[in-house]
């Protein structure tokens, strides 16, 4: 991606020194809904992003407002379907919530998925993160079975044309 802007925040790609500021964020809204932080689980791409990102043919972001990450979205290909890819670790801080940001970012993310010639978009969440999953029933995500993360209940899946 290149960088873009959402009104004063910044979109851009994760660089080796977003670690540590990513990692926080995404701790940071997990512990706020009363979710597990599992730096040798379920997060351990956030601690690994070259991995399972970078070396799959995925994408990690970042998102800055006054130069301090206050978000988080990306995706990878997954074996799940027809060309198919698992956005994750879409997270925002507060600060960053109720302003339409989430809905950008997820149309961006989906925009950057459909380019790469993907047809499928999965994602897992958590019933508690009720934020997100208005925002993902009420863009086009469809309810499916197979979660695969242990503090997740949900899984969602999109066809993109």
């Known amino acids: 991606m290149t960088n873009d802007y959402y009104q004063d925040f910044l979109i851009r790609n994760w660089k080796e020194g977003d670690r540590i500021s990513a990692s926080e964020v995404i701790r940071s809204v997990l512990t706020e809904y009363g ?70 970012l997820l149309q961006k993310l989906e925009g950057a998925i459909a380019r790469r010639g993907f047809q499928q978009i999965w994602i897992e969440t958590a019933s508690i993160l009720a934020e997100a999953v208005k925002l993902y029933e009420s863009n086009g995500y469809k309810a499916a079975t197979g979660v695969e993360t242990t503090r997740c209940d949900r899984v969602y899946v999109k066809l993109l044309a």
């Open 35 to 104: 979710l597990t932080w599992e730096p040798d689980g379920a997060d351990r791409d956030v601690l690994q992003v070259e991995e399972y990102y970078f070396a799959t043919g995925g994408e990690f972001w970042v998102i800055e407002y006054q130069n301090q990450v206050v978000g988080t979205g990306a995706y990878y290909p997954i074996h799940r379907g027809e060309k198919s890819v698992e956005i994750r670790k879409m997270y925002l801080l507060p600060s960053a919530r109720g302003l339409g940001l989430g809905k950008y």
